[in-house]
Nanobody, 126 residues
Framework: QVQLVESGGGLVQAGGSLRLSCAAS????????MGWFRQAPGKEREFVAG????????GYADSVKGRFTISRDNAKNTVYLQMNGLKPEDTAVYYC???????????????????WGQGTQVTVSS
């Protein structure tokens, strides 16, 4: 079992920044990829960014490339999502997720992720 707890969400004006954190506990040695997803009201949950736990290679959704940066601190079992240049369309609940089975790269499909956090709300005002 892997437990994931997100923090760092909040309300910010357009153009502002936020940093989300996701602390992992439990069988963290099984984690291959840590990802961030988001879900806006009335929309499907979508991939935002992911990072391989060993090696550090990353992947991003086109909508956030150049604005968001994912990173990890293996010693703290924590993954971060630095969000700059926020837009109102970034408003959503952001979820952290762990993929235990990825062999190479970062998978973007929801079904690929085995464990999920409870989510943290990000609201960007115009």
């Amino acid at each position: 079992q892997v437990q994931l707890v997100e923090s760092g969400g909040g309300l910010v004006q357009a153009g502002g920044s936020l940093r989300l954190s996701c602390a992992a506990s439990g069988r963290t040695f099984r984690m291959n990829v840590m990802g961030w997803f988001r879900q806006a009201p009335g929309k499907e949950r979508e991939f935002v960014a992911g990072i391989r736990w060993r090696g550090g290679s990353t992947g991003y959704a086109d909508s956030v490339k150049g604005r968001f940066t994912i990173s990890r601190d293996n010693a703290k079992n924590t993954v971060y999502l630095q969000m700059n240049g926020l837009k109102p369309e970034d408003t959503a609940v952001y979820y952290c997720a762990a993929d235990l089975n990825s062999v190479v790269g970062v998978r973007t499909a929801r079904w690929a992720y085995d464990y999920w956090g409870q989510g943290t709300q990000v609201t960007v005002s115009s």
